[in-house]
């Protein structure tokens, strides 16, 4: 009964408040990139600049095998700017990449330095032999010089029986993977629906302390653990609901929600008493900034990860927003894990419990802070 | 109600006590007068006595709990209102008192009651974020009564408030006095402890320098002389007489009889100048 008037209260703080309104605004907006500004699939195909500095029957060989590859099987003829100049050019668009053919030079070096992708000039050499002359950004890798280098120096034929005579085996043949939109999802829900919960919660309890109401709620006969618990309780509400915000018009109903309601619910318990708990040790916002801003930095290290796959120090798999992006993941995934977030869940609540024992004894000790 | 012995507290664990070697006791329905300039020790017992601040060196009971080990029951006797207001902004009055009713196991008072009884009838649907200061500290001044308690600490109760309205919060703290209700009175205004208190304990430097009775108190610091102003032959004349000695109280007659008394004045000693005699140090 106490445990539910104090949470009703809170209720009625956070509708009257800046933060609730500020998580689920940040919900929505992170809503509208995913829906209108993230692509389904970040689109792969390149950009070159080529010119044939060739024979006119040269020239055409060399287009009409390009042009084999062409989605539609027709060029089309395009003026492209580059330095303030104007530039024809012959515009041949395949799986893979799209190939301006431009008939300078010039051209070529005007617009692989201001569209800083690679341009490359086919000529004819003093003994008739074909010259390929490159114009590199200067990043590339050696590993990549090198590949060029032995494209002209091996026959062709060799390259494709080798390349043809590799055994590549999948590991997994019933994994489906995400669109390029759907594995942003994570994350965004890691960020927005749990983690964001550590800082709303510690300015929570700054709002308490400034007006002193914890004291006043310290001298009557309800707990400090359910002045502390009913404040959890706004914050994972606020968490579901954002996250769910996020998730559902992107996903629909291909996925577990239970789960997702699981791990938003673990996670974000985890959170807000991690929260709280930086929040016993400082007077004000001011002064436990620095904590909350490393604690959310170091937080947002696996995020690189989950973008950077073969970057995967183990290290990285002890900061808990590790589990916290693959569970989300799994639940997302066409034939996720459905253990692996129960596990992740699991482990949250159990960190979570014992944060929340140690803050409930740190703000027993403290509250004339 | 109140037993406190050889009580300690250091801020900062060491021996650089707040609070040293207080020791006393508050009898079932007195209003005790805990006195003394700001940072004497007063709210430090008082956060000790309420459990506010853990207990480090020494013994306390209040209301028959032990203060070692505080039980939440405690506080279903205890009242507490603050020096500084804290009630929540951004709910109205009657909502922070509504709320404050609920986290209690006893019966709690009318919440509308409360408000109408401190004067802000016809404010409570106002968020208190818009109260003035001496709005909110009636209001947390009501909301120390919502349990109906039997053991009230009062933490500067007339502080900032206009002279009327200290004036009705003096006589509620009086009527629910006499109801049986016992008083631990902090403050630094010797006027209010002077009209309130049964006794009074000076606090200075974390010690207790003295307790008794304002009454008593007086009597001992205070001059046992009167001061008289009265008319004779059309000017005005300014004596001073001993209400010992013989001679001087039939002096003080025969003027009481045949003159025109102006003023007359006892120079009994106020507490604040004797609690200056006391601890060599004033109020402020």
Redesign the interface.
């Known amino acids: 009964?106490?445990l539910l008037?104090?949470f009703?209260?809170e209720l009625?703080?956070a509708s009257?408040?800046f933060y609730f309104y500020v998580e689920l605004i940040f919900a929505l907006v992170i809503l509208v990139v995913l829906l209108f500004a993230i692509p389904q699939n970040f689109s792969s195909t390149s950009t070159e600049y080529l010119h044939f500095n060739l024979p006119q029957e040269g020239r055409e060989i060399f287009t009409n095998n390009i042009l084999e590859n062409d989605l539609d099987g027709e060029s089309e003829i395009v003026e492209i700017e580059a330095g303030g100049k104007t530039f024809n050019a012959e515009l041949i668009v395949t799986d893979e990449s799209e190939i301006y053919i431009v008939d300078s030079e010039e051209a070529v070096r005007m617009l692989a330095d201001s569209e800083k992708v690679i341009g490359a000039v086919i000529e004819l050499n003093n003994n008739n032999q074909l010259h390929y002359k490159y114009y590199l950004q200067g990043y590339e890798s050696t590993r990549f010089k090198n590949l060029i280098s032995i494209l002209f120096n091996e026959s062709t034929d060799v390259l494709e029986e080798r390349i043809n005579n590799q055994d590549v085996r999948p590991l997994s043949t019933d994994y489906e993977p995400l669109s390029d939109r759907e594995n942003t999802i994570p994350p965004l829900v890691a960020f927005s629906g749990s983690l964001m919960g550590m800082f709303i919660m510690a300015s929570y309890i700054f709002l308490d302390k400034k007006?002193?109401?914890i004291?006043?709620?310290?001298?009557?006969?309800?707990?400090v653990w359910q002045y502390l618990m009913s404040k959890i309780f706004v914050v994972l509400l606020t968490s579901v609901v954002s996250g769910f915000i996020i998730v559902m018009p992107v996903m629909g109903f291909r996925i577990n929600y239970g789960l997702l309601l699981l791990l938003l619910l673990t996670t974000g318990f985890f959170a807000s008493s991690l929260g709280l708990l930086v929040a016993s040790f400082y007077k004000n916002l001011t002064n436990a900034f620095g904590v909350i801003y490393l604690l959310l930095i170091i937080m947002m290290v696996p995020s690189i990860a989950y973008f950077i796959p073969g970057w995967d120090p183990f290290w990285i798999k002890i900061i808990p927003s590790y589990p916290l992006l693959q569970g989300f993941k799994e639940i997302i995934l066409p034939n996720g894990d459905t253990i692996y977030p129960l596990i992740v869940s699991a482990g949250f609540l159990a960190v979570g419990i014992i944060l929340f024992a140690i803050t409930n004894i740190r703000f027993k000790?403290t509250?004339?802070v | 109600m109140i037993e406190v012995e050889g009580l300690y507290y250091s801020y900062s664990n060491d021996d650089n006590f707040a609070v040293k070697d207080v020791s006393f006791k508050v009898a079932e329905g007195e209003i005790f007068g805990f006195l003394g300039p700001s940072g004497a020790g007063k709210s430090t017992t008082q956060?000790i006595l309420?459990?506010?601040?853990?207990l480090q060196k020494g013994n306390a009971s209040v209301a028959g709990y032990d203060i070692k080990n505080i039980s939440?029951?405690m506080?279903?006797k205890?009242g507490?209102s603050?020096e500084?207001?804290?009630?929540?902004?951004?709910?109205t009055a009657k909502?922070n008192l509504s709320?404050?009713s609920?986290?209690?196991?006893?019966e709690t008072r009318d919440p509308m009651e409360l408000i109408n009884l401190v004067g802000l009838g016809g404010k409570e649907n106002m968020r208190t974020g818009e109260f003035s200061k001496g709005m909110k500290h009636r209001l947390?001044f009501a909301?120390s009564m919502i349990?109906n308690p039997s053991m009230w600490f009062l933490d500067e109760p007339t502080t900032g408030l206009d002279p009327a309205i200290a004036a009705d919060i003096k006589d509620i703290i009086k009527e629910h006095n006499n109801k049986g209700v016992t008083v631990f009175l902090t403050t630094h205004n010797m006027y209010i402890a002077d009209e309130l208190c049964d006794r009074v304990a000076f606090i200075i430097n974390g010690e207790i320098r003295l307790i008794d009775s304002p009454k008593n108190l007086k009597l001992q610091y205070g001059k046992k002389l009167v001061e008289v102003e009265y008319g004779q032959d059309g000017n005005v004349k300014k004596e001073t007489f001993s209400t010992i000695l013989q001679e001087d109280k039939d002096l003080l007659n025969k003027i009481i009889a045949d003159k025109e008394i102006l003023t007359m004045h006892t120079k009994e000693a106020t507490l604040e100048e004797i609690f200056i005699k006391v601890t060599g140090r004033g109020l402020a």
Do not use: P
């Open positions: 009964m106490k008037s104090s009703k209260k009625i703080l009257r408040g007006e002193g109401v004291k006043a709620y310290a001298v009557t006969a309800s707990s000790k509250l004339s | 956060g309420t459990g506010l601040l853990q939440r029951k506080f279903n205890i507490m603050f500084q207001s804290n009630v929540y902004s951004k709910m909502e709320f404050y609920k986290l209690f196991d006893v947390t909301r349990n």
